[in-house]
């Protein structure tokens, strides 16, 4: 069993930054793929960013490339989200997740979930 927790969410102006945290705690591996994902009102949930588990491999939806950075520290068991520049239409509530599939962007592919994050860009 693998407890995951985001923090960090909150509300921005555009065009400001904010850093999320998830940290891992129970059966932990550092083998785990993480994820991050998000959700807005009335939408499907939808692939934010991935990172394998020595952070070699990162991948990221088209609509964030450039403005979001995932990374992770493997010691604290920690995974990030960076993310710069932010838009109105980031706001959604993100969550992590954790998979042992080495690449994926699927969100029924990853085995453990947060309970979620609220962010937040107003105009």
Do not use: H
Request: contains cysteine; proline residues 2%; aromatic residues 12%.
């Amino acid at each position: 069993q693998v407890q995951l927790v985001e923090s960090g969410g909150g509300l921005v102006q555009a065009g400001g930054s904010l850093s999320l945290s998830c940290a891992a705690s129970g059966r932990t591996s550092s083998g785990y793929t993480m994820g991050w994902f998000r959700q807005a009102p009335g939408k499907e949930r939808d692939f934010v960013a991935r990172i394998t588990w020595r952070g070699t491999s990162t991948y990221y939806a088209d609509s964030v490339k450039g403005r979001f950075t995932i990374s992770r520290d493997n010691a604290k068991n920690t995974v990030y989200l960076q993310m710069n520049s932010l838009k109105p239409e980031d706001t959604a509530d993100y969550y992590c997740a954790a998979g042992l599939r080495y690449l994926s962007t699927s969100a029924n592919e990853y085995l453990y979930w947060g309970q979620g994050t609220q962010v937040t860009v107003s105009s």
